[in-house]
């Protein structure tokens, strides 16, 4: 079965500082992993994915992320962040099977506190 | 594109009455929709992933005759909360997984979701 673990509950960050939010996740099968974004009361906004190919990826709003098989990491990172970051980050994996997907899991979710 | 809406946004019900949630791919066509609840600060709990047509897979500890989803066309999938209770109160939200080769950026692997359902039952 596959596990998403997001180690940090909550990350607070002064302004215009860089950021790692980290995921590690667990699986017996090849995957595809996402980093989703919600601000309160609303729905998920994909920032990323990793499907294959280079493992560094860039996303939306200055963010990118990392692949690391050996590790079964896919960190999260953006060099200067900015109040309107703050909100709630979730990291996500899809199990592959036969080329179709499955499921989404999601990890625990990290909150990204920018401070003036 | 790949926009989801769900509605409503919020919802205050009775008691033991039903509540049907609404899910809607409005630019393309989702082969699967998922339905998700999550309780305040939690992350997403999936529970049912439902394919057009076809009945939907529950995830384990979820009533299937509580939660009920329809998935009736490609852009269309429903919640109903039956006999609602105050324990079903939460934010439920929806995703949808995108037919491949419908746009940019639309491999049928990732999921768009509904902006959710603030569900409170007094």
């Known amino acids: 079965a596959q596990s998403v673990t997001q180690l940090d509950s909550q990350v607070p960050v002064f302004e215009e500082a860089p950021v790692e939010l980290r995921c590690n996740y667990s699986s017996s099968v090849s995957v595809y992993l996402f980093w989703y974004v919600q601000y309160p009361n609303q729905g998920l906004q994909l920032l990323l994915k990793?499907?294959?190919?280079?493992?560094l990826v860039k996303g939306i709003n200055g963010f990118e992320a990392e692949f690391n098989k050996s590790q079964t990491s896919f960190h999260l990172r953006k060099p200067s962040v900015h109040i309107s970051d703050t909100a709630e980050y979730f990291c996500a994996v899809s199990e592959i099977y036969g080329g179709a997907t499955n499921k989404l899991i999601f990890g625990t979710g990290t909150l990204l506190a920018v401070q003036p | 594109g790949a926009v989801v809406s769900q509605h409503p946004s919020w919802v205050i019900c009775k008691s033991g009455t039903s509540v049907k949630i609404e899910c809607r791919s409005l630019d393309f066509q989702a082969t699967t929709m998922f339905w998700y609840r999550q309780f305040p600060k939690q992350s997403l709990m999936l529970m049912a992933t439902?394919?057009?047509?076809?009945?939907?897979?529950?995830e384990q500890g979820v009533e299937k005759d509580k939660f009920l989803i329809n998935h009736a066309s490609l852009t269309l999938s429903t919640l109903t909360v039956t006999s609602a209770h105050p324990e079903d109160s939460s934010f439920y939200i929806c995703s949808a997984r995108a037919l491949p080769g419908q746009g940019t950026g639309m491999t049928g692997t990732e999921a768009f979701f509904g902006q959710g359902t603030r569900l409170t039952v007094v």
């Open positions: 439902s394919n057009e047509g076809s009945k939907a897979t529950y």
């Open positions: 990793y499907l294959s190919g280079s493992t």
